[in-house]
């Protein structure tokens, strides 16, 4: 486990063990947080927060499993 971008514990892929996954974010997206998203800090999940148990996705590049 690493400290995430939000200062939380993020946990390891328990597809593939790969550290550090991005934070999946719900909702509508600020221009910021399309920013984030294009610079890979973070993952934007759907406008409806119906998926919202997803919370990491895995930055492996075989992997991108989300978790």
Do not use: K
């Not at 550090?20 to 221009?31: F, T």
């Not at 610079?39 to 997803?54: K, N, P």
């Amino acid at each position: 486990m690493s400290e995430s971008l939000f200062g939380d514990e993020s946990p390891d892929c328990p597809q593939c063990g790969a550290q550090e996954p991005r934070p999946i974010l719900y909702g509508i997206a600020s221009e910021e947080m399309v920013t984030a998203a294009r610079l890979g800090h973070i993952v934007l999940g759907s406008e409806d927060a119906t998926d919202a148990r997803r919370l990491w996705q895995c930055r492996g590049l075989e992997c991108n499993y989300r978790f």
